[in-house]
């Protein structure tokens, strides 16, 4: 009945071509690179030192002990990672097997290992791990999986399976609830809290059902044989904790960390960082306590004290010249931020001259206030004849986008909304993921029950309930449980041979991901599957025909990585749950960038416009409520450091709240910026007035334009 899986027959192994290019994954396009004499091998192409300051000449220097660097904003903390990365291996022996620098994201650790395979020419930094937290904690858990009782092709939950396992064994779809134990159990995972002990000292009745619901989930996940994200570090750190030997194997290995954005780890990374690091220590930690704002979701800055307590050798280096932002900019920031407690004084500084007085505008409403950003955005666009991509809108929740989003596109302005969907997140490339996590581990069973039923294979529910409570009493994955004896009494034959077809399927295709291009088994599984044909028999064309370019550029893009990193299909699978996003090698449209403040850190613009700076926003009502008025205050610190040539604020007088018009307190922070450098303007009696002038002087500037384009 489904016999287009017999397409798929067994061939035999075609190994990879060798010699190819070790490139970063993001790289796709083909790049010849010349033989390089073993001479030139030995030495970067650069000095590690060149273009560096003092104290960034010192932080790579140093290798007595540990070290942290204390790094403002815009201060250039990657340059110092990347030079003493090549410093390391240029001038100091270091094999690029035993270092590893650890960031927070994929993005980051590709532009960072780009950034150094600039420094070294050639093959030299091949082997070097630049990875996040996640990802090396999935490399420490492939090669130490027996010491767990797992085996070495686990599977990876992302969010959303994650709250599927939680939907079936809480009975409910209630999104709200699912989320709400969720993020309880990310919690006491982070702080390496095991199910027994959250247990023992829940607070109340709620807490305590959470907890059992933790153990239940916990219990499934390895009958799953599976890890959520937050396992990839917990159970690395209790594992390194608890065998001696594995501990001294990976020290050995990573003789050398880096890790930045240091003050974003949680009480979990931190122990990590230490079982690694070890009794020798060598590390470099950089960060800055100004910028920590994810204590929501784990990030403990109390994580710099711990450094100085724990590793009395610690050097501290601080990074304070900025080469972002003008002075003004700079010290409204430093300005603002000393009205926290500081662990470490650190003040910014810059060399690229005075710049322009910051902006505060007091607006009537929101609607004055979007219409009075968009139109001081465009006039200002035209004198400055800059580019839509040098301007962004920062607020603090994402409520606040919609009437921007309304004003720019009445204006027929380009924006990007930050937050948009990752392409991993997209149901089509999910789909793809599915197969490849059931090749990778047949007992992951949430991959089967997606993959078994995308496309429909004529197996209904009542079949997988069946297959269900038959592996569930027999302790047996799905997949197992197709195969086993006593299942076959259980339903029909029609409903077993489409069981088994699609599993004998899965297990040729495993056969052949271990031993034959990855693009050729991909291509040949997408035919076999029928998946185009599903996506056009399903959604209307345009849509389908989207939905199959993403399929296509995601297989496209595996198959290209298989040839450049010489990885078969199951090698490239282990990955591909724990990367975000593809980086997709164009060039940034030139568009306005509307973003959270969270989402905005580690970026920079020439011009700034924070949107909504009011008492209840920012800082936020719950925050002022709970006492965490300091890191709403540092992420206004963050929004003030984004700007690198004007900064402007702007508030309402009165917002709409719940259909009421309401009376707003201007935010405190704005008075924390000083007022040696602000400058601040009352909105417009008549708003309608406002819009006509600031509309005749928009006009005014358009006609200029034009002359002086003609002029040329």
Same mark, same amino acid.
């Given at each position: 009945?489904?016999g287009?899986?017999?397409?798929?027959?067994?061939?035999?192994?075609?190994?990879?071509?060798?010699?190819?290019?070790?490139?970063?994954?993001?790289?796709?396009?083909?790049?010849?690179?010349?033989?390089?004499?073993?001479?030139?091998?030995?030495k970067?192409?650069?000095?590690?030192?060149?273009?560096?300051?003092?104290?960034?000449? /010192?932080?790579?220097?140093?290798?007595?002990?540990?070290?942290?660097?204390l790094?403002?904003?815009?201060?250039?903390?990657t340059?110092?990672?990347?030079?003493?990365?090549?410093y390391?291996?240029?001038?100091?022996g270091?094999?690029?097997?035993?270092?590893?620098?650890?960031?927070?994201?994929?993005?980051?650790?590709?532009?960072?290992?780009?950034?150094?395979?600039?420094?070294?020419?050639?093959?030299?930094?091949?082997g070097?791990?630049v990875?996040?937290?996640?990802?090396?904690?999935?490399?420490?858990?492939?090669?130490?999986?027996?010491?767990?009782?797992?085996?070495?092709?686990?599977?990876i939950?992302?969010?959303a399976?994650?709250?599927?396992?939680?939907?079936?064994?809480?009975?409910?779809?209630?999104?709200?609830?699912?989320?709400?134990?969720?993020?309880?159990?990310?919690?006491?995972k982070?702080?390496?809290?095991?199910?027994?002990?959250? /247990?023992?000292?829940?607070?109340?009745?709620?807490?305590?059902?959470?907890?059992? !619901?933790?153990?239940?989930?916990?219990?499934?996940?390895?009958?799953?044989?599976?890890?959520?994200?937050?396992?990839?570090?917990?159970? %690395?750190?209790?594992?390194?904790e608890?065998?001696?030997?594995?501990?001294?194997?990976?020290?050995d290995?990573?003789?050398y960390?880096?890790?930045?954005?240091?003050?974003?780890?949680?009480?979990?990374?931190?122990?990590?960082?230490?079982?690694?690091?070890?009794?020798?220590?060598?590390f470099?930690a950089?960060?800055?306590?100004?910028?920590?704002?994810?204590?929501?979701?784990?990030?403990?800055?109390?994580?710099?004290?711990?450094?100085?307590d724990?590793f009395?050798r610690?050097?501290?280096?601080?990074?304070?010249?900025?080469?972002?932002?003008?002075?003004?900019?700079?010290?409204?920031?430093?300005?603002?931020?000393?009205?926290? %407690?500081?662990?470490?004084?650190?003040?910014?500084?810059?060399?690229?001259?005075?710049?322009?007085?910051?902006q505060?505008?007091?607006?009537?409403?929101?609607?004055?206030?979007?219409?009075?950003?968009?139109?001081?955005?465009?006039?200002?666009?035209?004198?400055?004849r800059?580019?839509?991509?040098?301007?962004?809108?920062?607020?603090?929740?994402?409520?606040?986008a919609?009437?921007?989003?309304?004003?720019?596109?009445?204006?027929?302005?380009?924006?990007?909304?930050?937050?948009?969907?990752?392409?991993?997140?997209?149901?089509?490339?999910?789909?793809?993921?599915a197969?490849?996590?059931?090749?990778?581990?047949?007992?992951?069973?949430?991959?089967?029950i997606?993959?078994?039923?995308t496309?429909?294979?004529?197996?209904?529910?009542?079949?997988?309930?069946?297959?269900?409570?038959?592996?569930?009493?027999?302790?047996?994955?799905?997949f /197992?449980?197709?195969f086993?004896?006593?299942?076959?009494?259980?339903?029909?034959?029609k409903?077993?041979?489409?069981?088994?077809?699609?599993?004998?399927f899965?297990?040729?295709?495993?056969y052949?991901?271990?031993?034959?291009?990855?693009?050729?088994?991909?291509?040949?599984?997408?035919r076999?599957?029928?998946?185009?044909?599903?996506?056009?028999?399903?959604?209307e064309?345009?849509?389908?025909?989207?939905?199959?370019?993403?399929?296509?550029?995601? +297989?496209?893009?595996?198959?290209?990585?298989?040839?450049?990193?010489?990885?078969?299909?199951?090698?490239?699978?282990? +990955?591909?749950? !724990?990367?975000?996003?593809?980086?997709?090698?164009?060039?940034?449209?030139?568009?306005?960038?509307?973003?959270?403040?969270?989402?905005?850190?580690?970026?920079?613009? %020439?011009?700034?416009?924070?949107?909504?700076?009011?008492e209840?926003?920012?800082?936020?009502?719950?925050?002022?409520?709970?006492?965490?008025?300091?890191?709403?205050?540092?992420l206004?610190?963050?929004?003030?450091?984004?700007?690198?040539?004007?900064?402007?604020?702007?508030?309402?007088?009165?917002?709409?709240?719940?259909?009421?018009l309401?009376?707003?307190?201007?935010?405190?922070?704005?008075?924390?910026?000083?007022?040696?450098?602000?400058?601040?303007?009352?909105?417009a009696?008549?708003?309608?007035?406002a819009?006509?002038?600031?509309?005749?002087?928009?006009?005014?500037?358009?006609?200029?334009?034009?002359?002086k384009?003609?002029?040329?």
């Open positions: 009945m489904y287009y899986f017999t397409e798929l027959s067994v061939k035999s192994a075609s190994p990879f071509e060798k010699g190819g290019i070790h490139r970063s994954e993001a790289n796709a396009s083909h790049v010849k690179i010349p033989p390089v004499s073993q001479q030139q091998a030995s970067p192409l650069l000095s590690p030192f060149h273009g560096l300051n003092a104290e960034q000449r /010192a932080a790579v220097k140093h290798l007595d002990g540990p070290l942290l660097v790094a403002g904003a815009g201060s250039g903390k340059r110092v990672i990347t030079h003493k990365i090549a390391l291996i240029s001038e100091c270091y094999q690029p097997t035993n270092i590893a620098a650890i960031t927070f994201t994929n993005k980051a650790a590709r532009e960072m290992h780009e950034r150094v395979a600039k420094l070294l020419p050639g093959q030299n930094s091949k070097l791990t990875t996040t937290f996640h990802s090396l904690g999935m490399q420490i858990l492939r090669q130490e999986a027996k010491l767990i009782g797992y085996k070495a092709q686990f599977s939950l992302d969010a399976d994650s709250l599927h396992v939680l939907s079936d064994i809480m009975k409910t779809t209630d999104k709200a609830e699912l989320k709400r134990v969720q993020v309880r159990i990310s919690r006491w982070n702080d390496m809290i095991a199910p027994e002990y959250a /247990a023992m000292n829940a607070e109340n009745a709620a807490e305590h059902a959470s907890a059992k !619901l933790y153990q239940r989930y916990q219990d499934t996940l390895r009958a799953y044989q599976a890890f959520d994200f937050d396992d990839l570090i917990r159970v %690395p750190v209790e594992l390194l608890r065998e001696a030997d594995a501990r001294a194997k990976w020290q290995k990573l003789r960390l880096l890790v930045d954005e240091y003050q974003d780890t949680n009480s979990c990374q931190y122990r990590l960082l230490k079982q690694l690091a070890g009794p020798r220590a060598a470099t950089v960060g800055d306590d100004d910028q920590s704002i994810y204590a929501w979701r784990g990030a403990n800055v109390e994580n710099l004290r711990l450094l100085r724990e009395p610690l050097e501290v280096i601080k990074l304070e010249q900025n080469y972002r932002s003008t002075v003004r900019i700079l010290e409204s920031a430093n300005h603002l931020i000393a009205h926290n %407690p500081k662990l470490f004084e650190k003040k910014l500084w810059s060399e690229l001259g005075y710049g322009e007085p910051l505060v505008i007091a607006c009537k409403n929101e609607e004055e206030e979007a219409e009075n950003i968009v139109r001081r955005m465009m006039a200002q666009r035209f004198e400055k800059g580019k839509w991509s040098d301007y962004a809108i920062l607020y603090r929740g994402n409520h606040q919609r009437i921007f989003e309304e004003k720019l596109r009445a204006e027929h302005i380009p924006y990007l909304l930050s937050g948009g969907q990752s392409f991993f997140e997209r149901t089509e490339i999910k789909d793809i993921i197969y490849l996590r059931l090749i990778l581990n047949s007992d992951d069973d949430p991959a089967f997606r993959a078994v039923t496309p429909k294979k004529g197996i209904g529910a009542t079949t997988l309930e069946k297959l269900g409570g038959y592996a569930a009493s027999r302790n047996l994955s799905l /197992a449980a197709v086993e004896a006593g299942f076959t009494s259980q339903v029909q034959a409903q077993l041979e489409s069981l088994t077809e699609f599993c004998t899965i297990n040729n295709i495993e052949r991901a271990a031993r034959e291009p990855a693009g050729e088994v991909l291509k040949d599984m997408l076999a599957i029928g998946y185009e044909l599903y996506l056009f028999d399903g959604d064309e345009r849509l389908a025909k989207a939905r199959w370019e993403n399929v296509t550029q995601f +297989t496209d893009w595996l198959a290209r990585k298989g040839e450049e990193d010489e990885k078969n299909l199951l090698e490239l699978a282990q +990955t591909v749950a !724990l990367i975000a996003m593809i980086n997709n090698e164009e060039e940034e449209a030139d568009a306005v960038r509307l973003s959270t403040l969270h989402a905005a850190k580690g970026l920079e613009f %020439p011009h700034v416009f924070l949107v909504g700076a009011e209840g926003i920012l800082p936020h009502r719950e925050s002022i409520e709970n006492g965490q008025v300091e890191e709403e205050r540092r206004m610190y963050v929004a003030v450091t984004r700007a690198q040539q004007t900064f402007t604020v702007s508030y309402c007088e009165k917002r709409k709240r719940a259909r009421e309401q009376s707003c307190e201007p935010s405190r922070f704005i008075v924390e910026l000083g007022s040696e450098h602000v400058r601040s303007q009352q909105s009696q008549d708003p309608v007035a819009k006509k002038d600031g509309n005749a002087r928009l006009a005014q500037l358009k006609a200029m334009l034009a002359t384009t003609s002029a040329e």
